[in-house]
């Protein structure tokens, strides 16, 4: 999967710059808080991933809404999400009119209460 062809290539390159912020951080106090870069979606479901960062093998991190009611941050694979095949053949989408309005945290906050990513 061409990760640049499904993200485009500023989102794929602030998730990568991101990432290489973020690695020496992990696990201190200095954690950044990243605005969500960009909102993928099943189009035939409500499975939806806000994305922070992402290395250079297609792991990102992200708030991951897979429409149970209980939307979680975690790593998530973006060859394992380009696998999903749907109706007619269509798979996951950016949502390309979308921008960030607040912090990973506030929109995993939020969506906990929802019981949804609302976005």
Do not use: H, N
């Given at each position: ?12 390159q602030q998730l990568i710059l991101n990432h290489n912020e ?89 969506s906990r209460l929802l019981g949804y990513i609302r976005a």
């Open positions: 999967m061409d990760l640049v062809a499904l993200l485009g290539p500023a989102a794929a973020q690695l020496p951080l992990k696990g201190t106090r200095q954690e950044r808080d990243f605005e969500p870069v960009c909102k993928l979606f099943l189009p035939w479901t409500s499975g939806t991933w806000l994305l922070t960062e992402m290395d250079d093998d297609g792991l990102a991190f992200g708030l991951a809404d897979l429409g149970m009611g209980t939307p979680e941050m975690g790593y998530i694979s973006l060859d394992e999400i380009w696998e999903v095949v749907g109706p007619g053949g269509l798979r996951v989408e950016p949502d390309i009119d979308w921008s960030a309005e607040k912090t990973l945290s506030q929109y995993a906050t939020e």
